[in-house]
């Protein structure tokens, strides 16, 4: 990515085993480089379709008890704005889950569970999550209507 512009730092995700979950997060020096890089979406790089989104790189803070800005802690205020996903085919990756998606709401996180062939997508705000669960357009991947359903 670096014929894109300088890279100021590439983070590679991680389970709680520590190992790859086989994607990372590469932050550009210019956001204009960033978006440069988008070229490469849905490229295939050594036998995989490879998924570049543009994300939001500003974070919110937590206050010093752990509490989020709802006032919940930080799992309940995930689970007030996440959606299961169902009926997703198999194979498929979390980047590709996840930039589909946030053509539809604002995604900030994707989870797959392979063996269910579901996921849990976490969305900014309760208000995102409903833009998905009340959609009467279905939304496809790879000929499957994808199912949502709150978590």
């Not at 006032?71 to 930039?99: C, K, Y």
Request: net charge positive; with cysteine.
């Amino acid at each position: 990515f670096c014929q894109y512009g300088p890279i100021k730092e590439i983070r590679l995700a991680e389970d709680k085993s520590g190992q790859p979950k086989g994607f990372a997060f590469i932050d550009f020096k210019s956001e204009t480089d960033a978006r440069a890089a988008l070229a490469t979406n849905n490229h295939e790089l050594k036998n995989w379709r490879i998924a570049v989104t543009f994300t939001d790189s500003r974070v919110r803070a937590k206050n010093k008890e752990g509490m989020t800005e709802t006032g919940l802690g930080r799992r309940a205020d995930a689970r007030n704005h996440s959606v299961r996903v169902r009926n997703i085919p198999s194979g498929t990756q979390e980047g590709l889950l996840h930039q589909l998606l946030a053509k539809h709401s604002l995604v900030k996180r994707t989870e797959i569970f392979a063996a269910l062939n579901e996921a849990v997508v976490e969305l900014e705000n309760p208000a995102e999550a409903g833009k998905l669960l009340l959609r009467t357009e279905p939304i496809m991947l790879s000929g499957n209507v994808l199912q949502f359903s709150e978590e």
